[in-house]
């Protein structure tokens, strides 16, 4: 599993327009084919009028799922300069879409590539661009005589406490980026003269808080 990765944090839409072209910009966070490609009808379906509906999408943790097309634009105008964004910024999980409304105007290769390569563009940074890190989560228990150190610990060593369930003894969700993870059960293990019941449990993608 790598350490980090960029992706977008929610969908987004937006509008720009090209001499009288209007090219709507769609970005999704998408982690395979099916999702995508649901997205993909959605706008399609919704924009049923519009001259075309292109896009890309760059999935995977080491970008190895792409794909992209131009809908009936001049190959290579479309589809690939908005695949070629993703992979600028290595984004992962992205599905963009552009949408574009035809206005009279011819733009041109250059004209086209920049237009759809600028809306997909603008439609990630509306969607804000996250880095994410791997953390381990784990679940601690130690008896309540131990609770105020071990929080005091954790807390001072820079670790999340996501949540603490008072029942018999009290068990402290705990986050940290993977690199501190054998260091922190060790840690705890030491002060707690290994009396904390220590669990990893999943190892999920966040944000630093």
């Not at 977008?8 to 709507?24: H, M, N």
């Not at 992209?68 to 910024?89: C, F, H, I, N, V």
């Not at 574009?100 to 290769?109: A, D, N, P, S």
């Amino acid at each position: 599993m790598i350490a980090s990765f960029k992706t977008i944090d929610k969908p987004a839409i937006i509008e720009t327009v090209e001499k009288g072209s209007r090219f709507i910009g769609h970005a999704f966070n998408v982690d395979n084919e099916e999702a995508a490609l649901a997205h993909l009808a959605e706008i399609r379906q919704l924009h049923a009028k519009a001259t075309h509906n292109c896009w890309a999408w760059q999935m995977g943790m080491a970008n190895q799922f792409t794909r992209q097309s131009d809908d009936g634009e001049p190959s290579g105008t479309a589809g690939m300069p908005m695949l070629d964004y993703l992979r600028k910024e290595d984004l992962k999980n992205v599905l963009v879409i552009v949408t574009r409304y035809y206005g009279g105007t011819l733009l041109g290769t250059g004209g086209l590539v920049r237009a759809y390569g600028h809306a997909a563009k603008e439609a990630c940074i509306a969607a804000r661009i996250v880095e994410k890190f791997l953390y381990q989560k784990f679940a601690i228990t130690v008896p309540y005589h131990l609770g105020g150190k071990l929080e005091h610990e954790l807390r001072t060593g820079g670790h999340i406490i996501a949540n603490a369930d008072y029942a018999d003894q009290i068990t402290f969700t705990v986050l940290t980026e993977m690199p501190n993870a054998d260091n922190l059960a060790k840690h705890i293990t030491n002060i707690t003269a290994s009396t904390a019941q220590i669990i990893r449990t999943e190892t999920p993608y966040l944000e630093r808080p």
